[in-house]
């Protein structure tokens, strides 16, 4: 084959990496040369080709496991969340602009009518909440974005909800409600310390975050000192589900978040924003 | 584009290929429905490589999810890839498992968190080769024909995200010789794999 360099690759240099880039294991400078490489190569690459088709087969070899049954609500509420925020997105505002863009088939909307309210939503105040919502999400123009965070928000809690309290209802977890420690009204919100030490969190009314910003979440156990276990960014919605783990710290232990410029605090550098004590649910 | 591999592939599995493409234009034209079935199709496997990956549940229900939206939102941009549903989706999930324990290891560098499609489903159609036998059986049977210290070596860059160099210090052996193990493993495993009648359409080489 001819020697061609295309984005500071040779052919050899592209062939040479080949079995690197299909199993995924370059550096997305490394990889994204070599894709432009082959872009724009005129040699065939047929090696490359060869290598990519056995990677589908390296599936095939992984031990079955379940998935939590919980794991497709999830799932489906995000992308119901998701449709709903989108199709606001797409809705026009009132007089702006009178035809839509075309509309799918009457079959699709109803099925998807019947996911966003009914299967998706368990709860039927959560649905009508959110029906009313989108309603005047359309109808009120500019204020839609915020609307659009808030119905987001809404169903991303929602479903936050249902995944801390499973985990709380697993033997020997604990749960602790989380609020602002000066009992401001501000970010509330749920922990679960699951016994095998998974931490499981859902807030609102955060803050969203700016720049390098994270929420820190701690847990605090009998000698008083604050481990991070895990942090997460807000967006507008003001909400978060988050999901981490760490050692269990026995009975009581204390959960906190605090707002960090940026991460891999260690030790809490700003106030604390939510905290709550994990009780355990048992009789 | 009159390659005749292409030709080839397109006869080969049309029906299938079909059926995939209504499917994601039902998820690109944001139809649940789809995306439930998609779930269902896919789910337990999508878990499976996730758990295989992180080693971790919550770890990995959080890249399952991540992937499953991913799709959701990105099914108009199947069109212009290569490979089954199947196939597309599953290395998203792959992609997705690989970056969070590279986020453990900080001194991996990063992806952009916004690329969700792997580089593999980004090249071009010209790239197909012959369609190989992907069933659990044959696979199996594929990883026995090459040598375990290949296996290792895909193992540790496909399910371990290692980069080469750190399976080259993992393994005690020299960089050339990685390459070499990874190129000859994924050769061994192809040639096991070959269609039975013999690869209809070609190598193309």
Redesign the interface.
């Known amino acids: 084959m001819a020697e061609h360099t295309f984005a500071g690759m040779t052919c050899s240099e592209v062939a040479?990496q080949?079995?690197?880039?299909?199993?995924?294991?370059?550096?997305?400078?490394e990889?994204d040369a070599?894709?432009r490489h082959?872009?724009e190569c005129p040699e065939?690459?047929?090696?490359?080709?060869?290598?990519?088709?056995?990677?589908?087969?390296?599936?095939?070899?992984?031990?079955?496991?379940?998935?939590?049954a919980s794991?497709?609500d999830?799932?489906?509420a995000?992308?119901?969340a998701?449709?709903a925020a989108?199709?606001e997105a797409a809705a026009p505002a009132p007089a702006a602009q009178p035809s839509p863009p075309a509309a799918?088939p009457r079959a699709?909307q109803a099925?998807?009518r019947s996911?966003?309210f009914g299967a998706?939503f368990r709860r039927p105040v959560w649905a009508a909440l959110a029906a009313v919502a989108l309603v005047a999400a359309v109808a009120l123009g500019a204020w839609n974005v915020q609307l659009r965070d808030q119905v987001a928000g809404l169903e991303a809690y929602r479903s936050g909800v249902v995944r801390v309290l499973d985990e709380a209802a697993k033997p020997g977890a604990q749960l602790a409600v989380l609020s602002d420690p000066s009992g401001a009204p501000g970010p509330t919100g749920l922990a679960a310390v699951a016994a095998d030490g998974?931490v499981a969190i859902v807030m609102r009314n955060l803050p969203a975050t700016t720049g390098t910003q994270v929420y820190e979440a701690w847990l605090i156990g009998a000698d008083q000192v604050p481990v991070a276990i895990g942090d997460f960014t807000v967006g507008g919605s003001g909400s978060a589900s988050f999901?981490?783990?760490h050692a269990p710290l026995g009975e009581g232990v204390v959960v906190a978040l605090t707002l960090e410029p940026q991460k891999g605090a260690t030790k809490p550098t700003a106030p604390i924003r939510a905290l709550g004590q994990a009780r355990s649910q048992a009789g | 584009m009159s390659d005749p591999e292409i030709a080839a592939r397109g006869t080969a599995g049309s029906d299938a290929d079909r059926t995939d493409r209504a499917w994601m234009d039902?998820l690109a034209?944001?139809?649940?429905?789809a995306?439930?079935l998609l779930?269902e199709q896919y789910?337990?496997?999508?878990?499976?490589?996730a758990?295989?990956i992180t080693g971790?549940?919550?770890a990995?229900?959080?890249v399952?999810?991540d992937a499953?939206?991913g799709a959701?939102?990105n099914a108009g941009r199947y069109a212009g890839a290569r490979?089954s549903v199947?196939?597309w989706l599953?290395?998203i999930v792959?992609?997705r498992a690989?970056d969070a324990i590279r986020r453990r290891r900080p001194t991996v560098?990063?992806?952009?968190s916004e690329?969700i499609l792997?580089?593999?489903l980004?090249?071009?159609d010209?790239?197909?080769?012959?369609?190989?036998r992907?069933?659990?059986e044959?696979?199996?049977v594929?990883?026995t024909r090459i040598s375990d210290v290949q296996r290792e070596a895909?193992e540790l860059?496909?399910?371990g995200?290692?980069?080469?160099t750190e399976i080259a210090e993992r393994t005690g052996v020299p960089l050339g010789t990685v390459?070499g193990r990874?190129?000859l493993g994924?050769?061994g495993?192809?040639a096991a794999?070959l269609p039975l009648d013999g690869g209809r359409g070609g190598?193309?080489?």
Request: charged share 20%; net charge negative.
């Open positions: 040479d080949a079995p690197a880039f299909v199993l995924g294991i370059l550096t997305p400078a990889s070599v894709r082959l872009g065939l690459h047929a090696e490359m080709a060869e290598l990519n088709s056995v990677v589908p087969a390296l599936f095939a070899a992984v031990e079955p496991v379940a998935p939590p794991l497709k999830r799932i489906m995000a992308a119901s998701d449709l989108r199709r799918p699709a099925q998807r996911w966003d998706v998974s999901l981490t783990s | 039902r034209g944001g139809d649940l429905g995306l439930d779930y789910g337990a496997m999508a878990f499976s490589i758990y295989r971790d549940r919550s990995a229900e959080d399952v999810q499953f939206l959701w939102r490979g199947r196939t599953l290395s792959h992609h690989i560098e990063l992806p952009d690329t792997p580089d593999t980004t090249l071009p010209a790239w197909g080769d012959v369609e190989l992907l069933d659990r044959a696979v199996q594929a990883l895909i860059a496909y399910f995200g290692l980069t080469q390459k990874l190129r994924l050769q495993m192809r794999l190598g193309g080489g």
